[in-house]
């Protein structure tokens, strides 16, 4: 937790409310959402129970199996969630525009689930279904493994830092307001909003409440397992020959699934208009570029040779270079949300990376003659009160001038002397407004979203055998060292 946090948290339980902790919304919300609410059956490996799913917050969809260790039953409900889920995601692949002679896709879904434990559920159930064979004994469905190949992809996109493609709503808001609660807490997605109420701590006393607010999922209340799901399956199962009697008792566990799903599904959507409610970052339209993108190229991909499996699991190389992709978009995404957002570039000027001033003294039209010609590069003087702690020759940009660049070349005391470069024009006098004026109020930092090249990794054929490579030699035998002797 950072400082910044640590205070709004402080101060979220001084005035009852949660506190902002950013200024602009840094994921991209789509005009039409699917929300997906999983439940799993307690004690089984991600064994489906039902979900709730749907782009239209008054028209949920409920899909259940009613014997949820029924394999049969499982692939129905996965043939069911398959149909409307891949009928949602498809529907974006229509409008196409061109960019720099490439085509991409207009738009693209985005999939919101309560919390993390529904992204790892989309996870598991992806890596349940992909693999399934349409053909031959246990056949499933032929969208069955179509749609394990759209989870895996949408939850190996949420962990691609920056991403909006899939959101786990708890981890959204968390990442925009700041309750006077523990972030444990805030994993509970009825007392996270209860810090939006009129009398949060009432609020959030009710959310530990499972009659007034089940669990998101995907686990279910332990009690409302025992007294009432249990019994319900019990009762379905006991029916097999009377159809009336199936159907009265296929509708009460309906009945009581839809009464642990709903208000969670009403807690979705209010997250949706609390985050509607900002305004988006200027770098939130690039990195849904970016999700365009992916989604273009995985659509080609399965409409060109999509058959050919995902795979289980990474090789070593496979694996560092995921990892490295990973750690350089959130190294960018990082950068991107600081200049985005001036709370967010607090934290940066506490940890002395940043400092913020006032232009005190600017030599617009200086001119460095030291080289073969001449160039234009300005000098500006800002006076902070932050913490310095930047050396003489550092790089530094400004959120509002980010295609300029600027060398610390002096620091007396609390003045800072920049030199600047680039987005200034091509003449040797600077454009009007690319060079902060007198009086003006100016933020810098180190954070920059340069170029980052990718680290350089073997093929996997010059590893060792315990990375992927070839396998070792086999140990000679008392056959070999014989013939090697003769």
Not at 377 to 393: C, E, K, M, Y
Request: charged share 25%; proline share 9%; hydrophobic share 40%.
């Amino acid at each position: 937790m950072s400082s910044l946090t640590a205070l709004a948290r402080a101060l979220a339980v001084r005035d009852r409310t949660a506190q902002p902790i950013t200024t602009v919304r840094h994921v991209h919300l789509a005009e039409r959402p699917l929300v997906l609410i999983p439940l799993a059956l307690a004690g089984e490996a991600n064994a489906p129970l039902a979900a709730m799913l749907g782009d239209d917050p008054d028209h949920p969809r409920l899909l259940l199996v009613p014997q949820p260790r029924n394999r049969d039953q499982r692939f129905q409900f996965a043939a069911e969630l398959g149909r409307a889920f891949v009928s949602y995601v498809d529907s974006f692949a229509r409008h196409q525009e061109d960019v720099r002679g490439r085509r991409r896709f207009t738009d693209a879904p985005q999939i919101l689930v309560p919390n993390p434990g529904g992204v790892e559920f989309v996870r598991l159930f992806g890596r349940s279904t992909r693999l399934r064979r349409t053909y031959g004994e246990y056949a499933v469905a032929r969208v069955v493994p179509l749609l394990g190949r759209w989870l895996t992809y949408f939850a190996e996109r949420a962990e691609h830092p920056g991403s909006s493609l899939m959101l786990a709503m708890t981890s959204a808001l968390s990442a925009h307001w700041a309750t006077g609660q523990s972030a444990m807490e805030d994993a509970n997605l009825a007392a996270l909003l209860a810090w939006f109420d009129d009398d949060p701590f009432e609020a959030a006393r009710d959310a530990e409440d499972p009659e007034i607010w089940p669990p998101a999922g995907p686990a279910t209340d332990p009690t409302f397992d025992a007294a009432t799901l249990m019994p319900a399956i019990e009762r379905y199962a006991r029916t097999d020959a009377d159809t009336a009697a199936r159907q009265a008792a296929l509708t009460r566990l309906s009945d009581a699934l839809r009464s642990q799903l709903e208000p969670t599904w009403r807690l979705m959507w209010r997250g949706v208009e609390l985050l509607r409610s900002l305004r988006p970052g200027e770098s939130v339209l690039d990195r849904w570029a970016e999700d365009r993108d992916s989604y273009t190229n995985y659509v080609d991909y399965l409409r060109s040779d999509g058959s050919l499996p995902q795979a289980r699991r990474d090789n070593a190389v496979a694996a560092a270079r995921r990892l490295n992709r990973l750690e350089r978009a959130q190294a960018s995404f990082d950068a991107q949300r600081a200049l985005d957002d001036p709370l967010v570039m607090a934290e940066f000027r506490l940890s002395g990376e940043a400092f913020a001033g006032s232009v005190v003294a600017a030599d617009p039209t200086r001119l460095d003659a030291t080289g073969p010609r001449r160039k234009l590069r300005p000098h500006v003087t800002v006076r902070t009160s932050d913490p310095l702690r930047l050396a003489v020759g550092t790089d530094v940009q400004s959120p509002s001038r980010r295609a300029q660049t600027a060398r610390i070349v002096e620091i007396d005391g609390s003045d800072v002397v920049l030199e600047l470069t680039g987005g200034m024009g091509r003449a040797l006098t600077p454009a009007p407004g690319s060079v902060p004026e007198v009086g003006e109020q100016v933020t810098y930092s180190t954070v920059s979203t340069g170029f980052q090249p990718g680290g350089n990794f073997p093929p996997v054929e010059d590893t060792p055998w315990t990375h992927g490579g070839p396998p070792p030699p086999p140990e000679p035998t008392e056959e070999d060292a014989v013939e090697a002797w003769s």
